[in-house]
C-alpha cells in the first residue's frame, strides 16, 4: 500500500513540475516575441520588466534573469541617453549576476557583461575607454572560449570594430573579417532550445552589408 501510494505522489509531482515548466516555457516565448519585435526603448524596456517578473516567479532560471538584463542593455543602447547610461548598466548588471549565479562560465552571460561595460564607457568614451575597453572586450573573448560555437561574441566584436575609427585599429576592413565569421557561426549555431538566445544575425548582416 504504502508503494502505491508513493508512486502516486511521485507522478502528481511529475505533473505539477511539468505543467510548471510549460507555464514557465510559455510565457519566456510570449516574451522572447516581443523582443524580436521591439524597436523603441520604451519596448526594450517593457519587454526587460517582463523577464525580470518570470525571474522573480521562477527564481532558479538563469534564462529569465539574463534576458533581464539584455533588455536592459539594449533599453539603454536605443535610449542613447549618457547621463542614464550608469544606472541602466547597474540594473542589468545586477540582474546578470542573478543569471551567473545560476549558470557558471555561460557564453551568452559573458556577451551580455560586454554590453553592460560598453555603456559604461558610452558616458564618455575618451575618459573611460581605458577602464571598460578591456572590460568589454575581455567578456567577448571568454564568451568565445567558453562556446567557440556561439556567434554572438563575434558579432559584438565585428560591431564594435566597425564602429571604432580606423586610426585606432577599427573600420571596415577589420571589421569584415570578423563579422563574416559570426555569419558562418550563425549558419552552423542550433540553440539548445527553443527559448535559448537566437539575437544578432540580423544586425550583423546589416553591418556587413554596410561595410560592402
Known sequence: MKKIFFSFVMIIAAFSSSAQSEKFTKAMLANITKLDSAKTADEYLSVAAGFERIANAEKNQWLAYYYAAYGQALYGFVKQN?????????????????????????????CVKSMIATLHLLVNPYQRYMEYGPISTQALDLAKKQDPTNPRPYYLTGQTLKNTPEQFGGGC???KPVLEQAIQLYDAFKPVSEIYPHWGRKT??????ACK
Not at 541602466?88 to 549576476?97: G, H, R, S
Not at 550583423?204 to 552589408?209: F, I, R
Open 82 to 110: 549618457t547621463e542614464s547610461y550608469d544606472n541602466i548598466a547597474d540594473k542589468a548588471a545586477a540582474l546578470l549576476n542573478s543569471a551567473d549565479s545560476l549558470q557558471k562560465d555561460n557564453s551568452e552571460i559573458s
Open 173 to 175: 576592413k577589420t571589421a
Open 204 to 209: 550583423t548582416e546589416d553591418n556587413l552589408a
